[in-house]
C-alpha cells in the first residue's frame, strides 16, 4: 500500500502525486503502475497510469489527468489527500522504456498528458552526470490544446537550458499572441524541421492519444526511421 506524501496540481487538469511505495524494486524510465481503488460496497476501478519519476529518485510520482466521466481519475485529482493510502502494482512494462546505457540521440514526442513516460526519461537524462549527458541529445515535440494545457511547463523550459535538450511546442486550439511555437497538429514537415535525420538512428518515443500516436509513427516510418526504433505507448478514453 503506497502512501500520499505530497500533492502537485500541474494544470487545471492535471495532478502529480508523490507516493512512497515501501519495498519499492525501482523502476524503469517509461514503465507504468496500475492503481486499484476499492469502493464500501467492494466495487473495484483499476487505472494504469505512467511514472513520472526518475529511476534516481525514492519517491514514485505518477501525474494524472482528469477526465470528467472517468471512474479513477476524478478522485485521483479532486478527491485524494496527503497522507492517503492507495493501492499501486508495479512498476509494469518492459518495452517502451529507455536507459541511459541505450544511448541516443532520443526523439520524444508526446501528446497531452502523454509527456508522462517521456518526463521520466528527462528526469532519468538530467541525473546523469554532465559528461554523460553530452553524449545523449534529445529533441521534444510536445502537442498540446492550449499553452495552458502544457503539463511541467516550468520544468520543461528549465531543462531546455541545457545544451543536449531542445524542445518544441505544438498548440492545436488557441495559442498567446506572441506565440513562436507551432500552430498546428503534428505533421511531417513538423517532424522533418524537428526531429533527427535518420542517418542519426535516433531511438524515438511517441506517447499520447491513439490517432496522433498512429500518425507520428507511420510519418516517421515514411521519413525512412527503422520501425524497431519508434516505440511507441498509446491512451484512450479508457485510460482515466
Known amino acids: 500500500m503506497a502512501t500520499v506524501v505530497e500533492l502537485h496540481n500541474e494544470t487545471q487538469r492535471a495532478r502529480t502525486l508523490v507516493l512512497d511505495v ?25 487505472r494504469s497510469y505512467s511514472i513520472a519519476s526518475a529511476p534516481e529518485t525514492a519517491a514514485v510520482s505518477l501525474t494524472v489527468e482528469r477526465l470528467d466521466d472517468g471512474e479513477v481519475s476524478p478522485y485521483l485529482c479532486d478527491a485524494l489527500g496527503v497522507g492517503d493510502g492507495l493501492e499501486v502494482r508495479g512498476p509494469i512494462g518492459g518495452y517502451f522504456v529507455w536507459d541511459f546505457a541505450q544511448g541516443g540521440p532520443l526523439l520524444l ?37 492550449h499553452l495552458g494545457d502544457v503539463i511541467y511547463r516550468a520544468e520543461l523550459e528549465q531543462l531546455a537550458a541545457c545544451p543536449e535538450i ?28 524537428v526531429g533527427w535525420p535518420v542517418a542519426e538512428m535516433p531511438h524515438a518515443f511517441v506517447c499520447g492519444p ?7 509513427a507511420n510519418l516517421l516510418v515514411e521519413l525512412g526511421h527503422a520501425p524497431a526504433r519508434v516505440r511507441t505507448e498509446r491512451f484512450g478514453p479508457t485510460g482515466s
Open 109 to 145: 514526442v508526446a501528446g497531452g498528458s502523454g509527456i508522462v513516460p517521456l518526463m521520466a526519461m528527462l528526469r532519468h537524462h538530467a541525473a546523469a552526470d554532465a559528461g554523460a549527458r553530452a553524449g545523449v541529445p534529445v529533441r521534444l515535440l510536445y502537442s498540446a490544446r
Open 210 to 216: 491513439t490517432p496522433l500516436v498512429e500518425s507520428v
Open 22 to 46: 515501501p519495498d519499492w524494486p525501482g523502476h524503469r524510465a517509461g514503465q507504468h503502475v496500475d492503481v486499484r481503488l476499492v469502493a464500501e460496497d467492494g466495487y473495484q476501478a483499476q
Open 166 to 193: 531542445r524542445t518544441s511546442f505544438a498548440l492545436t486550439r488557441d495559442a498567446p499572441p506572441d506565440w513562436n511555437g507551432y500552430r498546428r497538429r503534428i505533421d511531417r514537415a513538423m517532424l522533418e524541421e
